[in-house]
């Protein structure tokens, strides 16, 4: 039986993903900077390990108390949403604390034991908007780029040692926290620029295709098991057509 650790557990596509691996009986090692019981049914297959991405020491403990396990997915995130202006400097360290940085120590964590057995899978989730970039979303578009990138260059470098990496891309998930993150830290949004906010919200409110978090997980379970999938994976009807667009 394989063994899945997934980051981001407590909402969205994290929470999404551990209930659909459960359901095919892998054992599954949710992570959440706050552990919550009550979010996933009682299995035997089921940890709930508390981490936060953005602190070395709690990333080192989460990963001695997974043990072995066979695939990594790095989905912690956190939304931002406003002009870059009136981005206060707080929430951009935030960002990309946790979208890049994170996402960069959970894998350098994991790699040792995954080159000494040869074997193991890095699933990183970044964002469609690197495809098709929107306004307001330069700061949280950077963040995942650089994962993006990232993860093309060591998808090369751990290739000798039988390690796969690879992204997968959600487009807009109006049924997870992003907004509600995003809103949270964003700042205020300079006043020139409430217009183009306005269109934006008004055109996301009537774009009919979205992300719903079972494509996120669907994308995560086929990357994480059939080795001929593409690097780059997008999940949901929107981000495959921007994926088409780019």
Excluded: H
Aim: net charge negative; charged share 20%; glycine share 8%.
């Amino acid at each position: 039986m394989k063994t899945v650790m997934i980051t981001g557990c407590s909402s969205g596509f994290g929470l999404a993903t551990a209930r659909y691996f459960l359901a095919r009986n892998w054992k599954v090692i949710a992570t959440m900077r706050t552990v919550q019981k009550d979010l996933l049914p009682d299995n035997d297959n089921l940890r709930l390990l508390g981490l936060d991405v953005t602190q070395q020491d709690s990333i080192d403990q989460a990963m001695a108390d997974a043990g072995d396990i066979d695939v990594l997915v790095n989905n912690a995130g956190l939304g931002l949403l406003n002009a870059l202006e009136g981005v206060p400097a707080a929430a951009l360290e935030a960002v990309f604390a946790t979208n890049t940085l994170g996402t960069i120590a959970m894998t350098q964590a994991v790699l040792p034991r995954f080159r000494q057995r040869r074997t193991g899978v890095v699933i990183n989730v970044t964002s469609a908007v690197t495809l098709a970039p929107l306004p307001l979303l330069s700061v949280y578009t950077a963040s995942k780029a650089a994962v993006n990138a990232f993860t093309e260059s060591l998808a090369i470098e751990l290739r000798p040692f039988n390690i796969r990496v690879g992204l997968v891309l959600p487009g807009r998930a109006p049924e997870t926290r992003f907004g509600e993150n995003a809103q949270r830290i964003m700042g205020t949004v300079p006043e020139d620029y409430a217009e183009l906010g306005q269109r934006i919200f008004t055109g996301m409110q009537g774009d009919a295709k979205v992300t719903y978090p079972d494509d996120v997980a669907k994308a995560i379970w086929l990357m994480a098991n059939d080795p001929d999938t593409p690097m780059r994976l997008p999940a949901g009807e929107d981000a495959l057509a921007m994926a088409a667009i780019d």
